[in-house]
């Protein structure tokens, strides 16, 4: 919670610099709303350095759009307001059209400049373009410096490699009856809680670092969260299991195994031979006796292909995303 206030007090900052800035230089460069471009420093501010450089982009673009649409709709035959009416509608209605819903309030502001001082002079679209620029350049310069997390996010993944032993440690020892299910069920939903915090950290990394090398570190995360869906499909059978028949000693040992190639880098073809032989092992067993024997191998069986595909994830992975990048090592 801390970190979050500060994060929020360093943006209101970063506003508050910028905001006053952005209306002493328009001040200065004579433009009849400067205090117009400190709003648009204020509504330029993104979390990201990302998030701002695409704003800063579609205001440009939004700005071509409603100096044109002003051109038609406030030289229709009317009042002003209805004329001001008309360009709203129309603006809006582009600006959703074009996915640019952050750009309307500024739009909607500089409409009223041109209704209110009835000048649509090349000049005076000159001096709203110029506020705009100047707003938003501010607004960029307040997030082009952003903090780094790059340590933290290699500090997640690793402690994100031990969750994950410690997971497959305790499911297995579910199987074998070691210890009732509450404790693994509440440890794999505070890795999957962990994994969504640490994914949101590495998107606003790489948002902010604007290297490419440095959505490894989203995707990676992204590879474990859906890994940990796999573990939480895992869960919801193994409690379906009412007693666990012979078979599970064997999951509970490919689990174990598994503990030791939990590591970034370690490329599981190994792992998925091992578990084909267990599928094939599971088929030459005794055909079950009971019906309650049966459904319970039956889902051991689900949880063993849930298994594969934990695999699976973590092999196209690394078909696609290969070694950590070395700007990152």
Known sequence: MAKVHGRMGLKALKIAVGSCAAITLAELFGLEYATSAGIVTLLTVQNTKMDTIRLALDRFFSFILSVCLIAVCFH???????????????????????????????????????????????????????????GTGFALLMNWKMPDHGRRIREDIHQVENDMQRVLLALAGYLRGEHGGEEVWDRLDRMETYLHEGLERAHEHAHNTLREEDRYYADYLEMRLQQCGQLQLMKARMRRVARMPSQAEIISCSLENLVHYMHEQDI??????????????MQQEALPVSREEFENRAILYHVMMDLEEFLLIKKHFLEINGQRPKQLQ
């Open 76 to 134: 229709l035959p009317g009042i002003g307001w209805v004329n001001y009416g008309i360009y709203l509608l129309l603006m809006v209605t582009a600006c959703y059209v074009m996915d640019w819903q952050n750009t309307i309030s500024v739009n909607a502001v500089m409409g009223t400049h041109f209704m209110v001082s009835g000048n649509y002079s090349p000049a005076f679209v000159l001096e709203e373009f110029l506020m705009i620029a100047v």
């Open 268 to 281: 599981p073809e190994q792992q998925m031979e091992e578990l084909q032989r267990l599928f094939k092992r």
